[in-house]
């Protein structure tokens, strides 16, 4: 049985995900956003960033999103952005279907993150992903506009919002352009915890 289709994300209050400029990642505003997840157990062992850290509700979202996700997909920019970031073993431990424009031959990391390059648009991305999670879900990794991409063309099944208490004032939205004549949402469940508060919609065609 085919898994889900869903993307997770963190938000400011004023609904932006991330800073205007790629430059500004790991800046002091989008550092704020992601306060929530740098001290979680499971986040740290996963980018190798070192022993110990917290367990408690947020550290069992974080573990349970990563579990079930069986693929990404993800945009080329968001590609571009966090190959120079991340570390030389990416935190996906499984393929990564990349939608771009031009094609480049699978790029392997250690650890069990491979990359493939799709350039034959959103569906057939997710096509392969699929396939490749086999009874687990994709997720659609980013960034604002890939997402949307798939919320649009009805690709998305459901998703989840870490709501910080945080407020950038400009940035990028994430629903920003939105189809919202055709999206509809039913609330799942709503977690608060000490820094975030969780939400989970299924999406429903309107």
Known sequence: MAGKVFFNVSMSLDGFIAPDSPGELMGRQWMELQQW???????RENLKLGEGGEEGRDNDIVRETFERTGASVMGRRMFDAGERMWPEEAPFHTPVFVVTHTGREPWERPGGTTFHFVDEGIESALDRAREAAGDRDVRIAGGAATIL??????????????????????GIRLFEGVDA???ALEQ?????????THVTYAVRER
Request: hydrophobic share 45%; no cysteine; charged share 15%.
């Open 181 to 183: 004549g055709r999206v």
């Open 188 to 196: 799942v469940h709503s977690e608060p915890s000490p820094r975030v």
């Open 149 to 170: 991409e798939y919320v649009n063309a009805g690709l998305v099944d459901e998703f989840s919002i870490a709501l910080s208490p945080v407020l950038f004032g400009s």
């Open 37 to 43: 997840i740098f001290p979680q157990r499971f986040f």
